[in-house]
């Protein structure tokens, strides 16, 4: 079986997704087959296997830091919430229910068994396996029948380092009060401390570090500084934090929805220097916009009801009439059609006007379809005459069959692309393709194509595809967390250590 090592932080956002993608590259360039784990995730960022099955954006991403293809083994439970009180229980990558906070709670016991399997073939095929909690290990309401955080560390018998966000302020007290919480076995799985998120001059901390150390009996492990590292997140906590305009770019508008998901699709865009790439909350914003996209959602009839009673609608329905383009992606593409119908649990539907910008009605199915996808567009017009004949890879996730509406006259002028992918009406184009601007080529396509629309000429030329970008970025991570982190330290908590120098 494998070495396990436990990433356990503080609170939400305290950095666990990367500091458990850093360590996963570290083991794998320190010549271990490395695999990440995370038993329950709950985020609206998804990612499909090539089995065709869904698991968590971050393991995905994590599984790419090891140099692997994602399996549904590395994250058996997912959650998936759909309104503020119910989620889409997600097993072993299919969909097993829709439940409350109360009937979750009562019910997650019986998904332990499902987890220890997954857990223990993932652990049999590989060296090391990082394991990532969820939340804080303190949340004492939801210690019984826990195998998110302690519970899982029990199951692998696994040490554990806990990670705090220092950014926020008061890192000493969560560590404190988080082990004052633990149980005394739970508090004696924590090895070391990780700092995170840190800004100055870490000679400050050392007082309180000592003081820390000497109170817990524990040690710090290292000292991470706020890093700026372009990879995918896993919850909308990370889009506060990307709302700082400069002139003299492209400026790209993303609608925050409610409920949006998947915005790991616009990554690449983001992480150039030559767009503004914006999370727009305020229907004003939208005037300003060189491209405005509708992103995914998972809860389409919400979202639209959310946009039609308040101005965000009129809104994009005015930004499409200037001809600039406007794209739809999934539950965003389905907002644009001409209706959506969805059928409740008792058997009656109900349908829902769409903001009548696509020729194309939805109807919300019980079926999710889960799909890995790959082929070239077709001739495109207008604005999207840019991306004509490229190479759009990328996965399908939704439930809802969407189909054109329209007389024989609007058909022609409605681009249908391969698999009905997406439709496209002039300015406006909707697509079921998460992943659309990941491909080598496709962000540079659009991106110069808005320069040229607003007179920029001093552009960046990046050409690479988004898998490309991470992979440096993962190269990265890495190197800055062998110079603030004490591997040896890290290594004997594992317990193995490398064959060789790197």
């Excluded at 000592?210 to 040690?219: A, H, N, Q, S, V």
């Excluded at 005459?385 to 007389?407: A, N």
């Excluded at 601007?437 to 920029?456: I, M, S, T």
């Amino acid at each position: 079986m494998a070495y396990p090592i436990m990433i356990q932080g503080t609170m939400s956002g305290a950095g666990k997704s990367l500091l458990t993608a850093g360590l996963c590259r570290i083991f794998k360039q320190d010549g271990f087959s490395v695999a990440p784990f995370k038993s329950q995730n709950m985020a609206l960022n998804s990612a499909v296997t090539k089995e065709g099955l869904e698991i968590g954006r971050a393991q995905a991403m994590q599984a790419e830091a090891c140099g692997l293809e994602a399996s549904v083994l590395m994250n058996p439970v997912l959650l998936k919430p759909n309104g503020d009180t119910r989620s889409q229980v997600i097993v072993n990558g299919e969909v097993y229910a829709d439940m409350n906070a109360v009937e979750y709670y009562a019910f997650k016991k019986n998904l332990i068994p499902a987890v220890k399997k997954s857990y223990e073939e993932l652990s049999s095929l590989y060296d090391v396996v990082v394991i990532e909690g969820a939340g804080s290990p303190a949340e004492i309401n939801l210690r019984e029948n826990d195998f998110a955080n302690m519970g899982m560390a029990c199951i692998a018998d696994s040490p554990v380092l806990l990670v705090g966000d220092i950014d926020r302020g008061g890192v000493f007290a969560q560590f404190v009060g988080t082990a004052e919480l633990l149980e005394k076995e739970e508090r004696e799985r924590i090895k070391s401390f990780v700092i995170n998120k840190f800004r100055g001059d870490v000679s400050i901390l050392e007082p309180g570090i000592k003081m820390l150390e000497d109170k817990t009996g524990i040690d710090v492990c290292g000292v991470v500084p706020y890093l700026k590292i372009s990879l995918d997140d896993e919850d909308s906590l990370s889009l506060d934090k990307k709302n700082t305009c400069a002139s003299g770019k492209v400026n790209v508008g993303v609608i925050r929805l409610p409920h949006i998901s998947n915005f790991t699709d616009f990554s690449n865009l983001e992480q150039r220097g030559d767009v503004f790439l914006h999370y727009i909350s305020s229907a004003k914003e939208i005037e300003s916009c060189d491209l405005l996209i509708l992103p995914g959602t998972k809860n389409t009839v919400g979202d639209l009801l959310w946009l039609k009673n308040s101005p965000f609608a009129k809104a994009i329905k005015d930004f499409a009439k200037t001809g600039k383009p406007l794209l739809g992606i999934c539950g965003g593409y389905q907002m644009l059609g001409n209706k959506v119908e969805e059928s409740s649990d008792s058997g009656a539907s109900s349908c829902l006007e769409g903001l009548k910008l696509l020729p194309v009605n939805t109807v919300i199915a019980e079926n999710k379809i889960r799909k890995n996808l790959s082929f070239a567009l077709e001739s495109c017009q207008g604005f999207f005459s840019c991306l004509s004949g490229m190479q759009i890879s990328g996965y399908e996730i939704h439930m809802g069959k969407t189909e054109l509406s329209c007389d024989e006259s609007i058909q022609s002028e409605c681009l249908c692309f391969t698999g009905k992918s997406g439709f496209q009406l002039g300015n406006v184009y909707g697509t079921y393709v998460h992943g659309f601007f990941d491909e080598e080529g496709v962000a540079q396509r659009v991106v110069q194509a808005l320069a040229e629309k607003k007179g920029l000429s001093t552009l960046e030329t990046k050409n690479s595809s988004w898998k490309a970008t991470k992979d440096l970025q993962f190269n990265f991570l890495a190197e800055q967390l062998r110079l603030h982190l004490n591997m040896e330290r890290i290594y004997n908590i594992l317990g193995a250590h490398p064959h060789g120098n790197n």
